[in-house]
């Protein structure tokens, strides 16, 4: 069963008097444990995209089933609970809460959002956090580590759900070179770890040369990128 | 709801210096409302203890329409023999009755042989009025204490002692006219002289009953007024039900009332002062939740506006709006209970400290009045209750906000 699926999906905003058109029919499929990400310049649509999937953001028209379930038509309240229990966000600023530890704010989900009982949940984000290599800063807050540290923090939230999907939104963009590739590295080692699928909305040529499968956004509409051979998209 | 909590606090300890401010206001506002209260209330308690006990008594009984002509000091208008005694009767029923005392009220001329002047007065048997007024000696400023008088002996007031140039020991006579009309005069020995306190028949002197019947030549029982002292003041309002219903009952033959029944805040003009004291102390009270809900109020919008980011966060990652209107709710109530929490230790200590101190104070003629503030649980659990519901009223607006916000275009604000 595909991860997500979508069926002539239409975003319109109207601004002031203008409507606008910011995604435009689009269809498109994404398996599961895929690593695929949606380019484009910007305003053409990625992020619209990226929040409709990630039940933000109801669309205007169309169809769009997001690990089986479809997600146009829930409540606020319906929302909220389907993105606690099936997807994991990584920010661009990390967004981490800064009133937590790391232990803390990898935990948040299971305790605030799913409500695991105690030992399990120490378990699980002890386990989160040994996956990303952060168990040793588990004590520190998040103004106490390196913007690195913080996005493997916010990887090992995403996941700790078991989250069948997590959608990260230029998730590099505040990294330097060297961090970025360990951070793709580190959600790459993830997918095939525990079989999440990774969808991004990125710029960065680094996790586009990563990733399986790119959809580039134009005005909005959506077209797939064949990989060529030497890795390379056009 | 326990990380509901954890949270909220370490919020709150973000902006240390912020909460510390907030709270602190509060602290004031609740110091400022249970001093007032404990203060004004040793300050009421003490004048009305100081009418009740040396001159009015807790509740006076006279024949219906006596109180309303009681200038006059009508003698037209007094309680019978047969009257009396169905009073004394149905107190003697009430448990709640520590003693009572009958006065005739009478006016007179008042001649000390050079100069003569008009006096208003009490004739009350000794034994019983100090029994109804237990603080009556205590106005004694000049002459013997013991035993208040004895027939032959008057009390004059002050005012009159000073304007006539009376002492303690010399003799005056008084002149009055009884029911009838007909004019009398006798002799007295000034046994002492009372001071003036504010309220009616505070300006008054006193002679012993007998002496009163002889000068108006009353042969038969009869009295202007009955006082009442209770054993505890708070169960004035249920005697005081209980002799309405009994009393106030009685017809005569033409079918009207007999009696008529007054609580001493009926009859002293104090009881506005006591009243204007309490609307103070509402109004002091409308201040603390002014206080506290502009101050919590703030706090929380600039709590909410300075997070709107994280509230997009944790919203997107599953957060129920519930849940983020609990955590900014709880973070008022805490900032309510700090405050109240020390405000309350703070009054306690201080009020201990005014006791331990014993502050005095004069009020009009009065000196040295002892002030002895106390303060009721009642008191401290409502300004308590109070105070947190407001905190938790005012953060309500700023957290449904935030729980309404939507999350993605607070995930874009910077």
């Known amino acids: 069963m595909s991860v997500v699926v979508a069926e002539q999906l239409v975003k319109t905003y109207i601004a002031g008097d203008i409507e606008v058109e910011a995604i435009r029919a689009v269809d498109f499929t994404i398996e599961p444990a895929s690593f695929v990400s949606f380019i484009g310049p910007s305003g053409s649509g990625k992020t619209t995209l990226l929040n409709m999937i990630g039940c933000l953001d109801p669309p205007t028209a169309g169809r769009l089933q997001v690990v089986g379930q479809d997600?146009?038509?829930?409540?606020?309240?319906?929302?909220?609970?389907?993105?606690?229990?099936?997807?994991?966000?990584?920010?661009?600023?990390?967004?981490?809460?800064?009133?937590?530890?790391?232990?803390?704010?990898?935990?948040?989900?299971?305790?605030m959002v799913q409500s695991w009982p105690t030992e399990a949940r120490?378990?699980?984000?002890?386990?989160?956090?040994?996956?990303?290599?952060m168990a040793d800063q588990a004590h520190k807050y998040p103004s106490q580590i390196s913007g690195g540290q913080k996005q493997r923090v916010a990887v090992a939230r995403a996941l700790v759900t078991n989250a069948k999907l997590v959608l990260a939104d230029e998730p590099t963009a505040n990294l330097d070179k060297e961090t970025a590739n360990m951070v793709i590295d580190l959600m790459k080692q993830m997918r095939n770890e525990y079989q999440t699928t990774f969808v991004f909305s990125t710029h960065d040529p680094r996790i586009v040369e990563n990733v399986e499968i790119t959809f580039a956004l134009d005005d909005g509409t959506l077209h797939r990128l064949e990989k060529p051979a030497g890795g390379a998209y056009v | 709801m326990y990380n509901i909590f954890k949270l909220a606090t370490r919020n709150l300890f973000r902006y240390k210096r912020r909460t510390l401010l907030t709270s602190t206001l509060i602290t004031l506002g609740v110091v400022s409302v249970l001093l007032f209260i404990s203060i004004s209330g040793s300050f009421k308690a003490l004048m009305v203890g100081q009418i009740t006990d040396s001159m009015l008594?807790?509740?006076?009984?006279?024949?219906?329409?006596?109180?309303?002509?009681?200038?006059?000091?009508?003698?037209?208008?007094?309680?019978?023999?047969?009257q009396i005694d169905k009073v004394v009767q149905i107190l003697a029923e009430e448990d709640a009755v520590e003693a009572y005392s009958m006065r005739i009220k009478l006016g007179a001329m008042f001649s000390n042989f050079i100069e003569t002047t008009n006096i208003r007065l009490n004739a009350v048997t000794p034994a019983d009025e100090m029994?109804?007024?237990?603080?009556?000696?205590?106005?004694?400023?000049?002459?013997?204490?013991?035993?208040?008088?004895?027939?032959?002996?008057?009390?004059?007031?002050?005012?009159?002692?000073?304007?006539?140039?009376?002492?303690?020991?010399?003799?005056?006579?008084?002149?009055?006219?009884?029911?009838?009309?007909?004019?009398?005069?006798?002799?007295?020995?000034?046994?002492?002289?009372?001071?003036?306190?504010?309220g009616p028949g505070g300006r008054d002197g006193m002679v012993h009953i007998d002496d009163?019947?002889?000068?108006?030549?009353?042969?038969?029982?009869?009295?202007?007024?009955?006082a009442i002292r209770?054993?505890?003041?708070?169960?004035?309002?249920?005697?005081?039900?209980?002799?309405?219903?009994?009393?106030?009952?009685?017809?005569?033959?033409?079918?009207?009332?007999v009696f008529e029944v007054h609580t001493w805040e009926k009859i002293s003009p104090f009881f506005n002062i006591a009243k204007m004291i309490d609307l103070m102390t509402f109004f002091i009270k409308i201040m603390l939740v002014a206080i506290v809900l502009?101050?919590?109020?703030n706090v929380m919008i600039m709590a909410v506006y300075e997070r709107i980011n994280e509230i997009g966060t944790i919203s997107a990652i599953g957060?129920?709006?519930?849940?983020?209107?609990?955590?900014?709710?709880?973070?008022?109530?805490?900032?309510?209970?700090?405050?109240?929490?020390?405000?309350?230790?703070?009054?306690?200590?201080?009020?201990?400290?005014?006791?331990?101190?014993?502050?005095?104070?004069?009020?009009?003629?009065?000196?040295?009045?002892?002030?002895?503030?106390?303060?009721?649980?009642?008191?401290?659990?409502?300004?308590?209750?109070?105070?947190?519901?407001?905190?938790?009223?005012?953060?309500?607006?700023?957290?449904?906000?935030?729980?309404?916000?939507?999350?993605?275009?607070?995930?874009?604000?910077?």
Request: avoid cysteine; charge should be positive.
């Open chain 2, 131 to 198: 029994k109804a007024a237990p603080l009556l000696t205590d106005r004694i400023l000049e002459g013997e204490k013991e035993n208040l008088l004895k027939p032959g002996e008057i009390l004059i007031p002050e005012l009159i002692a000073r304007g006539m140039k009376v002492k303690v020991g010399d003799g005056i006579v008084l002149v009055a006219n009884n029911k009838d009309g007909s004019v009398n005069g006798q002799n007295f020995m000034v046994r002492g002289i009372l001071e003036g306190i504010s």
């Open chain 2, 230 to 257: 209770l054993k505890d003041i708070d169960q004035l309002p249920a005697v005081f039900a209980s002799l309405q219903e009994k009393l106030g009952s009685m017809k005569n033959q033409q079918g009207m009332p």
């Open chain 2, 319 to 414: 957060t129920q709006p519930n849940k983020i209107l609990g955590l900014f709710v709880v973070e008022g109530f805490l900032m309510g209970i700090l405050g109240t929490a020390v405000g309350t230790v703070i009054s306690l200590i201080s009020i201990a400290v005014m006791n331990a101190t014993q502050i005095s104070f004069d009020f009009g003629r009065q000196t040295g009045l002892l002030l002895s503030p106390t303060i009721g649980a009642t008191d401290v659990i409502l300004v308590v209750t109070i105070v947190i519901a407001i905190a938790v009223i005012a953060s309500l607006q700023p957290a449904w906000k935030a729980s309404k916000m939507d999350p993605i275009t607070a995930l874009k604000h910077v």
């Open chain 1, 122 to 133: 120490k378990k699980r984000v002890m386990e989160m956090l040994d996956a990303v290599g």
């Open chain 2, 212 to 226: 009163a019947k002889a000068l108006l030549r009353i042969g038969a029982a009869e009295v202007s007024e009955i």
């Open chain 1, 71 to 111: 997600i146009t038509t829930l409540s606020r309240q319906a929302a909220a609970r389907f993105r606690g229990e099936h997807i994991g966000f990584v920010f661009q600023d990390f967004n981490l809460i800064p009133v937590l530890t790391v232990f803390e704010n990898v935990e948040y989900p299971l305790q």
């Open chain 2, 57 to 82: 008594g807790h509740i006076q009984i006279h024949k219906k329409g006596y109180l309303a002509s009681i200038d006059s000091l009508p003698l037209n208008r007094n309680l019978t023999g047969k």
């Open chain 2, 294 to 297: 502009v101050s919590i109020m």
